[in-house]
Antibody, heavy 121, light 107 residues
Framework: QLQLQESGPGLVKPSETLSLTCSVSGGSISSGSYYWGWIRQPPGKGLEWIGTIFYSGSTYYNPSLKSRVTLSVDTSRNQFSLNLSSVTAADTAVYYC?????????????WGQGTLVTVSS | DIQMTQSPSSLSASVGDRVTITCRASQNISPYLNWYQQKPGKAPKLLIYAASSLESGVPSRFSGNGSGTDFTLTVSSLQPEDFATYHCQQSYSSPYSFGQGTKVEIK
C-alpha cells in the first residue's frame, strides 16, 4: 500500500523559506507512471494546488506561486520536496503531498496526512 | 484560470437521505472533473474521477454526473460516515483548481 508522509518545520518566520519533504513508501517515485504534487489548505479554507514534479525533474507550478516555489526530487531516497520562499502569514496552511495519477484524467489518488505550517515571528 | 464554484456551501441532512452537490466550472472542462471527500483533520480522499468514474474501494452509493461546465456528486443514501466536506477539482488545465467545498452536516 502506497504511503506518503510530509516532514519539516511546523513554524517558519516571515520572509524566510518554508521547506517540506514528502517520503514515499510502498512504491517507487521513479516508476514513471505517476507525477508527484503538493497541495495546501489554509485553516478553514479550500484547497490550492501548488505544483507537480516528475521523477525526471520536470516541474509544473501554479502561476500564483511560481516566483516563490521550487520543487525537487531525490529518487535515491524516494522523496520529493517543496521550497516556498519569502513566506508571509498568508502561507500558513496544512500542506499535503500527493500522488498524481495522470492515467485517470489527472487526479490526486494518494495523499499524505498533511502537516500544518504556521508563519509567525 | 478556471474558476470552480460549488453549491451549496453547506447542507444539513439525515441518515438515509439522498444528497446532491453541484459544481460549476467557468468554462467547458468535460470530463476532467474529480470529487474528493475530506473529514476533519484528515487528508482528502478521491471518490470520483473523470466526472463519473468511481475510484476503487468507494461505495456505490456515491455517483458523479455532468458534462461541459455543470457537474454533480450524489450520495444515494447518506450514511453516518458520509458526513464530511466534499471538494470538486478540475484537471482540464493548469492551475488545477478546486471548489470552495461543501460541508455535509447531520440534521
Amino acid at each position: 500500500q502506497l504511503q506518503l508522509q510530509e516532514s519539516g518545520p511546523g513554524l517558519v518566520k516571515p520572509s524566510e523559506t518554508l521547506s517540506l519533504t514528502c517520503s514515499v513508501s510502498g512504491g517507487s517515485i521513479s516508476s514513471g507512471s505517476y507525477y508527484w504534487g503538493w497541495i495546501r489548505q489554509p485553516p478553514g479554507k479550500g484547497l490550492e494546488w501548488i505544483g507537480t514534479i516528475f521523477y525526471s525533474g520536470s516541474t509544473y507550478y501554479n502561476p500564483s506561486l511560481k516566483s516563490r516555489v521550487t520543487l525537487s526530487v531525490d529518487t535515491s531516497r524516494n522523496q520529493f520536496s517543496l521550497n516556498l520562499s519569502s513566506v508571509t502569514a498568508a502561507d500558513t496552511a496544512v500542506y499535503y503531498c500527493a500522488r498524481v495519477n495522470t492515467g485517470s484524467y489527472y487526479n490526486f489518488d494518494y495523499w499524505g496526512q498533511g502537516t500544518l505550517v504556521t508563519v509567525s515571528s | 484560470d478556471i474558476q470552480m464554484t460549488q453549491s451549496p456551501s453547506s447542507l444539513s441532512a439525515s441518515v438515509g437521505d439522498r444528497v446532491t452537490i453541484t459544481c460549476r466550472a467557468s468554462q467547458n472542462i468535460s470530463p476532467y472533473l474529480n470529487w474528493y471527500q475530506q473529514k476533519p483533520g484528515k487528508a482528502p480522499k478521491l471518490l470520483i474521477y473523470a466526472a463519473s468514474s468511481l475510484e476503487s474501494g468507494v461505495p456505490s452509493r456515491f455517483s458523479g454526473n455532468g458534462s461541459g461546465t455543470d457537474f454533480t456528486l450524489t450520495v444515494s443514501s447518506l450514511q453516518p460516515e458520509d458526513f464530511a466536506t466534499y471538494h470538486c477539482q478540475q484537471s482540464y488545465s493548469s492551475p488545477y483548481s478546486f471548489g470552495q467545498g461543501t460541508k455535509v452536516e447531520i440534521k
